[in-house]
């Protein structure tokens, strides 16, 4: 009998940690990604329209990655 899986929220941070390799919580989030990425997951990543549209404003210009505060 399988878990229901944890419900965690992402924001747009969580997803610019993850699609940055060199983000300081690059490899924390990635281990929270792989974790809700399994075919019995022990969490599931959940977010809002706001945080995707933030997110795809990042992937359409990737250098803003790059830029750190």
Partial sequence: MTSTP???CWDA?????LLNPFAPDHEAVRR???LADRADPELEIITS???VAEV???IR???TLSVTT
């Avoid at 941070?13 to 940690?17: L, N, Q, R, T, V």
């Fill in 49 to 51: 329209t706001l945080a």
């Fill in 32 to 34: 929270i990604a792989d």
């Fill in 61 to 63: 210009h990737p250098t």
């Fill in 6 to 8: 944890r419900r965690i």
């Fill in 13 to 17: 941070w969580a997803f610019s940690e």
């Fill in 56 to 58: 795809a404003g990042l």
